[in-house]
């Protein structure tokens, strides 16, 4: 029986890019649903004409659904639902809402009631071979120390509403999922492409690529504060690879997976990586991190094009354990690559991006 997919989330980014590598072996695949909003649906149309012309997947391999994971049974008709559950073998569910400043109750809709629903829906599905739950490495919250990924339950606090409620999803996840085989899916900070340093978006460690763009002339700049905490940065396609892989090899079955770095640098440490790329030369002196904070007001923030709420992950000491993730996939070429290695490449395309940019405005 070949393969039939239900992704929610879609179009968003990962989603796409999963459908992607998951496109080449298209005579493995009966075909995708591809679960998007309403409002999204101009969006879904265009990427799905993408995936045609950049593909070998066929128009019939590509079934666009108008739902909402927050309402019951997906807000799909009774039709559609019983369509689905005879059919779909694999349900990745991305879903979510990953604002950082986002409040509890929108999040907790989100996260907590659309993740539940489509765990009631995958219970209806008749020949699941996997359900494949997008959380994140940050479920931990303020817990400190290493992070193995059997641990889930603690009582420590959250960064925001995003992790809390990306726990409590979780949590209710595991217990609804019953017998049904589950991969969990944990990432770090996503950041560009390992080799292009490509990205759609310009969030998370890039407002110091902001940082460093808009105070050029001031260069060299100095270290925020003496904090080395270990920051968690990822490429998207070892994402993508190593879920890929995962979510299929038969070792993955009710398994967690940290996809981390499994040797992170310190916060320090990636600044002053960033700030050589960029200006050819090292930071020079220290400012205390709570005088980098008190200047960031809304409006600096957002010139920015960062949530204050970002620089939580930059002090926090925590280390995440990458043993499943490791076991799994050894042997199989996909690795996690250094930092060290990652990061000229994610400012050189960063640089040719703005410099674009520039020539356009």
């Not at 000229?344 to 020539?359: A, D």
Request: glycine letters at 6%; a neutral charge; proline letters at 5%.
């Amino acid at each position: 029986m070949n393969r039939t997919y239900l992704m929610t989330g879609f179009p968003g980014f990962l989603a796409t890019k999963l459908i992607e590598r998951l496109a080449l072996v298209p005579d493995q695949i009966d075909c995708f649903y591809l679960l998007h909003l309403k409002q999204e649906r101009t969006s879904a149309l265009a990427q799905k004409e993408h995936f045609l012309r950049t593909t070998a997947l066929q128009p019939e391999q590509l079934i666009l659904i108008e739902g909402d994971i927050t309402k019951d049974g997906l807000g799909i008709s009774e039709d559609v639902h019983h369509e689905l559950s005879s059919r779909v073998t694999h349900i990745f569910h991305l879903a979510a809402l990953y604002d950082l400043a986002t409040s509890f109750d929108v999040a907790f809709r989100i996260n907590v009631i659309g993740t539940s629903h489509v765990t009631h829906f995958a219970h209806t599905c008749r020949h699941l071979e996997r359900y494949v739950y997008f959380s994140t490495a940050y479920v931990s919250g303020l817990r400190t120390g290493t992070i193995f990924e059997h641990d889930l339950s603690h009582s420590t606090t959250f960064k925001n509403a995003y992790e809390e409620t990306k726990y409590l999803a979780e949590v209710r996840l595991r217990k609804e999922i019953g017998t049904l085989p589950y991969t969990i899916i944990r990432p770090g900070i996503v950041v560009g492409h390992s080799q292009t340093g490509e990205t759609p978006k310009w969030d998370g460690v890039y407002f110091v690529l902001n940082a460093l763009r808009l105070l050029e002339s001031f260069a060299p700049l100095p270290y925020a504060g003496r904090a080395n905490a270990l920051v968690n940065l990822v490429p998207y396609d070892y994402v993508v690879q190593a879920t890929t892989y995962l979510s299929h090899a038969p070792a993955g079955v009710r398994t967690t997976y940290h996809l981390t770095d499994p040797f992170p640098h310190g916060a320090r440490a990636i600044y002053e990586m960033l700030h050589v790329v960029y200006y050819g030369s090292y930071p020079r002196g220290i400012v205390p991190f709570r005088l980098v904070t008190s200047l960031l007001t809304p409006r600096i923030a957002k010139r920015l094009q960062m949530q204050r709420q970002t620089l939580d992950y930059f002090v926090h000491p925590a280390r995440y354990d990458t043993s499943n993730a490791l076991r799994d996939l050894d042997g199989t070429g996909i690795i996690c690559p250094d930092l060290a290695e990652l990061i000229p490449r994610l400012v050189t395309y960063y640089k040719t991006k703005h410099s674009q940019i520039g020539e356009t405005t």
